[in-house]
Structures are given as structure tokens and as C-alpha cells.
């Protein structure tokens, strides 16, 4: 059973019923729930006390209530919020398990559900002592059959790494944009300009607001924390850049690319990956054109990132793509006038 039939919710769904599942959910709001049956995320409407597994997808503030309520009934019952350690404490029912899959899309909403929003994706579980060992390891099989990653960590240490990773991002790009924003009152053709390491930057900024809120009342600690720690890194970075010392700046900036090069990626063995950097002019359908010249190929796009240029003209198209295949595919783009640099996965 589905509660919460949104992006998330209405992604498991279709991806439980892609599967051979018998999916039952309900919505607060009647007519996502009809919309997320009409979409196929679901095969009905209502409540169903009988579920084997039951996911909430609601907003982290009511996730504690309908989970007691969905665990009396004798299933397995777990959530996919962003922040667990509160609601687990708040639950401590054994059939409960706390869930975060690492995933989502700028699509809001059931509409923008994937059923293949998971493949790849890590999804994290917070057992606790207290846990049924067979719920628990029931619900991973489950979500293992999604094409997800489980990983298994306390709660508390969950919060902490997501405030870092996923809420922090979030507020920073927040208030990037707000800055923008109240310098672009002033100057009408700030936003305008707005370069490609800007727009990469604020993006997540554009996700829906209604979620934030109870996210860091419920994160409140580790949120500060974290803030606290950027706000350190930045004092430090302003320093450097004031003393026009070159030689530590030039050192943290190669420090943050080793570490953005070296991000875990969502391909299974990385180290068989290389990334294609492909400078690409910035019109309609060049995507597609490198895309489909893969797939002429026989070549696999393990993942694809997009990075605009300054000048507004040209961008670099990011590919991930297996090694044996990385001679085979840039010949082909040089053929085609393309011009890619590769380089091995660090």
C-alpha cells in the first residue's frame, strides 16, 4: 500500500506493479490519488489493512502518526522521508523501518513519477535494535527488487550525513538565489547573465517549497551544525581570496574538484567508467544527436550531465560511458566533428 501518492510515491508504485504487485494507496488529496490510478501507480484507490508492505510518502510531520496506524494492522511499514532519527523514536514499533531513497527528479507531483526512478539509486534504511530482523530484511528485499542500493544505518547518523548532503545544499542554494534576486531589483540584467555554473548551482533551488519547513524543524540540529561548519569552510575561503594568497586558494579548489571527480557514482563498478567531455553548441536536439549516435553504436550512457558556458553559446555535455567502448565512441564523435576529451575515473 501507497500513502502519499506524489513523485516518490507514485514512483514506488509504479515500480511495485511493474513488478507484479497488487498496489492499494490514498492520498490526503483525493485527486492525486485518482490521478496516480489513472497514471497506472496504482490499481485502487482506498486503504488496504491486509498490505505486506506499506509506504508512506507523506510529508515528514504526519509520517509518525500513519505509520503506527499502518503497523497495527500487522505489515511491514516503513517511510521515505529525509529525516528519520525523530520518527523512529517516535514509531518504535519493530515491523517499523525507516527509509530514504536517494532519489527524485525536478518533476513535481504523480505526474512526473518514473517507474525507474530507483534503478541505481541508493536507498537507506535505519534498523535499530529494536527492529524485526525478518521486516527488516523483507523490506530490503523488496526495495532491492526496485533496482535500488540498500544501505543500512542508524538513525541519527542518517540525519547528520543527509543534512550535509541533501538539506544544507538546499538552504545554501536557496539563499544564492535570494542574493541574486535582491541584486537583480538593482541590476535588471543580473539574472539575465547568469552563466552555467550559477543555473547548475541554484537548481535544486526550484524544487517545491512545502517540504522544507518540516524538514528542518525535524532536522533542526544536525541542519545547524552543518550550517555552522559551512559557514567556517566559507569564513576560511573569504580569507584567502582577501589575502589574494594564490597558492592556497589554487590548493582548495584542487582539493573540491578531486573530490567532485571522485563522487560516488550511481554506476554499479565506476572504475570501468570513463567521462566524455564533449563541447557541444547550445541549440535544440545536440543532446539527442550525441545520444542517438550511442545507441547507433551499441554504446551505453551510464549517466549524462550538462554544463553551460559563460558565453551562453556552448555548454560541455558530461558522459559516463564503459572503457571498452570509450575508443569506438570517440572516433565516431570525432567523425562527426565533435571534439570529446576523455579521462579515466580517479
Known amino acids: 500500500m501507497i500513502i502519499g501518492t506524489g513523485l516518490i510515491g507514485g514512483s514506488i508504485g509504479l515500480a511495485l506493479r511493474a513488478r507484479g504487485w497488487h498496489v492499494t494507496g490514498r492520498d490526503r488529496d483525493a485527486s492525486r490519488a485518482r490521478r496516480a ?20 510518502a507523506t510529508p515528514v510531520s504526519v509520517v509518525a502518526g500513519e505509520a503506527a496506524q499502518a503497523a497495527s494492522a500487522g505489515g511491514i511499514v516503513t517511510d521515505v522521508g529525509s529525516v528519520k532519527s525523530g520518527i523512529v523514536a517516535e514509531v518504535g514499533h519493530p515491523r517499523f523501518v525507516g527509509g530514504h531513497p536517494m532519489a527524485g527528479s525536478e518533476q513535481e507531483g504523480v505526474d512526473g513519477a518514473d ?39 542508524p538513525p541519527e547518523r542518517h540525519d547528520e550525513l543527509v543534512a550535509v548532503v541533501s538539506h544544507v545544499p538546499h538552504l545554501t542554494a536557496a539563499a544564492l538565489m535570494q542574493l541574486a534576486s535582491t541584486k537583480a531589483e538593482e541590476h535588471n540584467t543580473l539574472l539575465r547573465l547568469a552563466a552555467g555554473g550559477f543555473r547548475d548551482m541554484t537548481r535544486i533551488a526550484a524544487g517545491h517549497p512545502g517540504i522544507w519547513p518540516d524538514i528542518c524543524a ?44 571522485n563522487l560516488p557514482s550511481r554506476v554499479a563498478q565506476a572504475e570501468e567508467m570513463v567521462e566524455f567531455r564533449v563541447p557541444v553548441p547550445d541549440r535544440p536536439g545536440v543532446i539527442a544527436e550525441v545520444a542517438a549516435l550511442a545507441g547507433e553504436l551499441g554504446v551505453n550512457i551510464e549517466d549524462l550531465e550538462t554544463v553551460h558556458s559563460a558565453a551562453g553559446d556552448r555548454g560541455v555535455l558530461l558522459l559516463l560511458i564503459d572503457v571498452r567502448a570509450a575508443d569506438l565512441f570517440r572516433g565516431a564523435l570525432l567523425a562527426r566533428g565533435y571534439r570529446p576529451s576523455v579521462q579515466a575515473l580517479e
Do not use: C, M
Not at 490510478?37 to 508512506?56: H, N, Q, R, Y
Not at 534504511?125 to 535500488?148: F, M, Q, W
Not at 576560511?236 to 589554487?250: F, I, M, N, Q, S
Open 37 to 56: 490510478l489513472e497514471l497506472g501507480a496504482l490499481d485502487e484507490v482506498g486503504s488496504d489493512p491486509d498490505a505486506e508492505v506499506t509506504f508512506i
Open 115 to 153: 517507474a525507474e526512478l530507483f534503478q541505481g539509486a541508493t536507498w537507506v534504511l535505519t534498523p535499530t535494535e529494536a527492529t524485526d530482523p525478518d521486516a527488516y530484511a523483507r523490506l530490503s528485499a523488496v526495495i532491492s527488487s526496485l533496482g535500488a542500493n540498500v544501505l543500512a544505518i
Open 218 to 261: 525535524e532536522n533542526r540540529e544536525a541542519i545547524v551544525g552543518a550550517l555552522d561548519q559551512l559557514l567556517e569552510a566559507l569564513g576560511g575561503l573569504r580569507d584567502t581570496v582577501d589575502k589574494a594568497d594564490r597558492e592556497g586558494l589554487l590548493h582548495l579548489l584542487e582539493r573540491a574538484r578531486t573530490a567532485r571527480v
